[in-house]
T-cell receptor, first 115, second 115 residues
């Protein structure tokens, strides 16, 4: 299994540009989520999904959109990037039954800079 | 609302000494509690979890944590620190009574083990 794969690893945007951070998992996890990590702020939940077709907002959802059309993919869209969205973004997934349940598996992260 | 507090930004300990990284939480009902570790420029790795049962849980790399319901704490401990334990540690909680399935993280504690 590849686990949780995030692309791109690095991205530089100009203010107002749009982009999509991709997240894919091959573990058949029903739960997927996006976090941003900022110095002194820890990890803050942006959006999450408990299954295909179901998404909900986290702690800091403004400026971000998500969709979950398949179990495997959970893209994060920035419609009009702002400098405040400069951060490192992590995708994480988990499942609810059996050994290892409820443990989040994280991707390697995507570092986004908005100029 | 759920919240997690890690009151220490940094903990310094000498190699071979015991270490404690503190975590307190605020959540309704019976939470799931987790510790994760992040090494420089890496994603987060799972260390241990408390779901139910014995209040003392053991995890990877010799770490353990004690769930204390009355003090709403879940402190991470290790009897003898190693220089290689130096990293950023995150406590996380999942509220299981509201059906939100949100995993909320603390702000992180940087552990520095001195040789």
């Amino acid at each position: 299994n590849a686990g949780v794969t995030q692309t791109p690893k690095f991205q530089v945007l100009k203010t107002g540009q749009s982009m999509t951070l991709q997240c894919a998992q091959d573990m058949n996890h029903e739960y997927m989520s996006w976090y941003r990590q900022d110095p002194g702020m820890g990890l803050r939940l942006i959006h999450y999904s408990v299954g295909a077709g179901i998404t909900d907002q986290g702690e800091v959802p403004n400026g971000y959109n998500v969709s979950r059309s398949t179990t495997e993919d959970f893209p994060l869209r920035l419609l009009s990037a702002a400098p405040s969205q400069t951060s490192v973004y992590f995708c994480a997934s988990s499942y609810s039954g059996g050994t290892g349940a409820n443990v989040l598996t994280f991707g390697a992260g995507s570092r986004l800079t908005v100029l | 609302a759920q919240s997690v507090a890690q009151p220490e930004d940094q903990v310094n300990v000498a190699e071979g000494n015991p270490l404690t990284v503190k975590c307190t939480y605020s959540v309704s009902g019976n939470p799931y509690l987790f510790w994760y570790v992040q090494y420089p420029n890496r994603g987060l790795q799972f260390l241990l979890k408390y779901i139910t049962g014995d209040n003392l849980v053991k995890g990877s790399y010799g770490f353990e944590a004690e769930f204390n319901k009355s003090q709403t704490s879940f402190h991470l401990k290790k009897p003898s620190a190693l220089v290689s334990d130096s990293a950023l540690y995150f406590c996380a909680v999942r509220d299981n009574n509201s059906g939100t399935y949100k995993y909320i993280f603390g702000t992180g504690t940087r552990l520095k083990v001195l040789a």
